[in-house]
């Protein structure tokens, strides 16, 4: 099966339709999912197979491993690009242990665990391979632009779009940023540079209660969200 840029967001393919995005929705993108015990675990993964299971197109099936593997390895890059953007180069021996670690991204969606990459070099060749010649499609531009300009949102989220979007075009392979028609300009570029270097100073005095608050209020929309699917089946309140 033929990969397409839009493969890395097929769980919120049709929770974004109406422009909108949910907060359990960003708290899944922002894997904190991971972070739940083994009930709750199950509980979301249940409801994400479900969906999957209902998602098949022209050439195109949600179950497939080789896109719960290629889903797996956008997060596995987005870690490494993340923390060495703000926090400098990641050691090799513990790029090893991540790439390791991130095989359950994978694993979580049934994909097999002897398609996870044994070594980075063959990650890194995996990476390259799809990374030219990966295919962004009018639905994957489409829901992009949903993605990255959504409406209905609290004002919070929505205060963050900016920045989302400045991140997102210098952070996406030229190619890719180009074919989105998310290229950086010179003033989202000197914005983007401006925040990196501001966050790399400032985080270290940030107390650790206010650095984790995103990431609490995150948990509790999930165990909320844990509580309707035992309830209804279904995370998003309806």
Do not use: C
């Not at 990650?123 to 829901?143: G, P, Q, S």
Request: charged share 25%.
């Amino acid at each position: 099966m033929e990969k397409d840029a839009n493969i890395p967001v097929t769980v919120t393919s049709t929770a974004v339709s109406d422009n909108a995005a949910p907060k359990e929705l960003v708290s899944v993108v922002e894997n904190d999912i991971y972070l739940l015990g083994g009930q709750e675990k199950e509980a979301i993964f249940s409801v994400i197979h479900k969906y999957h299971a209902r998602v098949k197109g022209d050439g195109y099936d949600a179950d497939d491993p080789e896109l719960h593997k290629w889903t797996a390895a956008t997060l596995f890059f987005s870690i490494i690009l993340v923390r060495e953007a703000f926090f400098g180069e990641i050691p090799r021996s513990e790029r090893e242990v991540l790439l390791e670690e991130s095989a359950v991204f994978g694993t979580s969606l049934r994909m097999p665990m002897e398609m996870w990459p044994e070594t980075l070099e063959e990650f890194w060749a995996y990476w390259d391979h799809n990374i030219a010649t990966l295919e962004v499609t009018d639905m994957a531009r489409k829901l992009s632009r949903d993605l990255l300009y959504p409406v209905n949102l609290p004002f919070a989220m929505a205060a963050s779009m900016p920045l989302a979007r400045v991140l997102t075009a210098n952070w996406l392979p030229k190619r890719l940023a180009e074919e989105y028609d998310f290229r950086p300009t010179p003033a989202s570029h000197l914005a983007y540079q401006v925040f990196v270097a501001s966050a790399r100073i400032t985080y270290p005095w940030i107390p650790a209660r206010f650095k984790h608050i995103q990431h609490d209020i995150y948990m509790e929309d999930l165990k909320k969200a844990v509580g309707r699917i035992k309830a209804t089946g279904h995370w998003i309140e309806t």
